[in-house]
């Protein structure tokens, strides 16, 4: 196929969206920043962004979308995600869908766009327990699912009962917890295309001063030893890497190897918890790749453990990239050893 024929089917492709996205009334911006919308704030601008606060809209954009083959990437609150400085020629779906109910005695349906405070308020609400670990981690619940967020020993894979989704071939589903391939901060949700829209969560009742008790514990913690959350981080940027099959945390590992409250071009290694990358405001993607490789290197000389990102970078072309090129560096070496 020509260039040019290749063009015209994109801006075709490119037209039925905005045409439908006007025809309801969707919010949408061309060729915006995306640095907004990610809590670590970099990132550069995107060709369109989409603001998706129903769930009917969601699955009708994502079948559109899927349909068309159209490169795109759906993110909730963006706190586990970091996209290049380039121009992005993608659609960057934003998902603020927000309804949350009791689905059965111990089970409650939640929109994969609700945030995880709302999720909390709503659970303090209605006596709902169980999901207290979820109390201070930013974000929304399909992001959470979708990473495997977790915090206090608990992560969502303990929660998740099934799920609806959109497979890549815009099948809508219902798929049980072991579709997912749960690991540590890990689904197949993380890497690929597929589309959470609604999560069914275990929960049980209880007693609303002993889940407030666990949610302020919970927050009381996270405030005592992480940054402060008006800082531009993606939260703990390593995954705690298996050493003699226990989870040693990476933010002690990067103390050890002297990087604790460390200051790289435009980014600071906090001096509360090392594994918290904080962008001091002017930071660009660059800056954060670099640095990503200083850390790894310093760490795998000093204590000869290779770090794995945590935080997915994304890049221009809508691919989810978990690997980076410090680890691919670090295992050059160790490979010549
Ligand atoms: C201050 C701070 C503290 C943090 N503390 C913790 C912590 O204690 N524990 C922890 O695990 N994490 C923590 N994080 C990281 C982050 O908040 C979590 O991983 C969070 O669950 C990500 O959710 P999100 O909505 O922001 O996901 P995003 O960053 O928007 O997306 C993450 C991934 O999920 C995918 N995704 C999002 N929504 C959907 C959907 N509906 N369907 C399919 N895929 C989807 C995206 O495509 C992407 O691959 C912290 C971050 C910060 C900034």
């Known amino acids: 196929?020509?260039?040019?024929?290749?063009?015209?089917?994109?801006?075709?492709?490119?037209?039925?969206?905005?045409?439908?996205?006007?025809?309801?009334?969707?919010?949408?911006?061309?060729?915006?920043?995306?640095?907004?919308?990610?809590?670590?704030?970099?990132?550069?601008?995107?060709?369109?962004?989409?603001?998706?606060?129903?769930?009917?809209?969601?699955?009708?954009?994502?079948?559109?979308?899927?349909?068309?083959?159209?490169?795109?990437?759906?993110?909730?609150?963006?706190?586990?995600?970091?996209?290049?400085?380039?121009?992005?020629?993608?659609?960057?779906?934003?998902?603020?869908?927000?309804?949350?109910?009791?689905?059965?005695?111990?089970?409650?349906?939640?929109?994969?766009?609700?945030?995880?405070?709302?999720?909390?308020?709503?659970?303090?609400?209605?006596?709902?327990?169980?999901?207290?670990?979820?109390?201070?981690?930013?974000?929304?619940?399909?992001?959470?699912?979708?990473v495997n967020a977790g915090a206090f020993g608990k992560s969502v894979s303990d929660i998740l009962k099934y799920a609806e989704i959109i497979d890549e071939k815009g099948h809508i589903q219902q798929v049980p917890n072991l579709f997912f391939q749960y690991g540590y901060r890990y689904s197949i949700f993380k890497t690929g295309k597929k589309i959470l829209l609604n999560i069914f969560l275990n929960c049980r009742q209880s007693n609303r001063s002993q889940i407030l008790t666990r949610v302020n514990t919970n927050l009381k913690y996270r405030k005592e030893n992480h940054p402060s959350y008006s800082h531009f981080t993606a939260g703990c940027f390593f995954k705690n890497?298996?050493?003699?099959?226990?989870?040693?945390?990476?933010?002690?590992?990067?103390?050890?190897?002297?990087?604790k409250g460390k200051h790289f071009y435009n980014?600071?290694?906090?001096?509360?918890?090392?594994?918290?990358?904080?962008?001091?405001?002017k930071a660009g993607f660059h800056d954060l790749c670099n640095m990503e490789k200083e850390i790894c290197e310093a760490v795998f000389q000093k204590n000869n453990v290779l770090l794995e990102r945590e935080?997915?970078?994304?890049?221009?072309?809508?691919?989810?990239?978990?690997m980076g090129i410090c680890q691919i560096n670090c295992f050059f070496k160790l490979s010549k050893k």
């Open 1 to 146: 196929m020509s260039d040019r024929c290749v063009d015209s089917k994109k801006t075709a492709r490119m037209n039925s969206i905005l045409h439908y996205l006007k025809k309801n009334k969707i919010i949408h911006y061309h060729n915006e920043e995306i640095k907004p919308y990610i809590t670590m704030k970099i990132g550069g601008r995107v060709k369109l962004i989409v603001i998706i606060k129903r769930n009917e809209d969601l699955k009708a954009l994502g079948l559109k979308i899927l349909e068309r083959d159209s490169p795109y990437i759906l993110i909730g609150g963006g706190s586990n995600v970091i996209f290049s400085d380039e121009y992005s020629p993608i659609i960057v779906i934003i998902n603020r869908t927000p309804d949350i109910k009791q689905y059965d005695n111990h089970t409650i349906q939640v929109n994969s766009g609700v945030t995880n405070q709302s999720l909390m308020n709503w659970c303090i609400k209605n006596n709902i327990s169980g999901l207290e670990f979820l109390a201070g981690i930013p974000g929304s619940i399909g992001g959470a699912a979708a």
């Open 241 to 259: 890497p298996l050493i003699n099959n226990q989870r040693i945390s990476a933010g002690k590992i990067m103390e050890r190897s002297h990087l």
């Open 267 to 281: 980014l600071w290694i906090s001096d509360k918890h090392a594994n918290f990358i904080i962008n001091k405001g």
């Open 311 to 322: 935080v997915i970078y994304i890049s221009p072309d809508g691919k989810k990239i978990r």
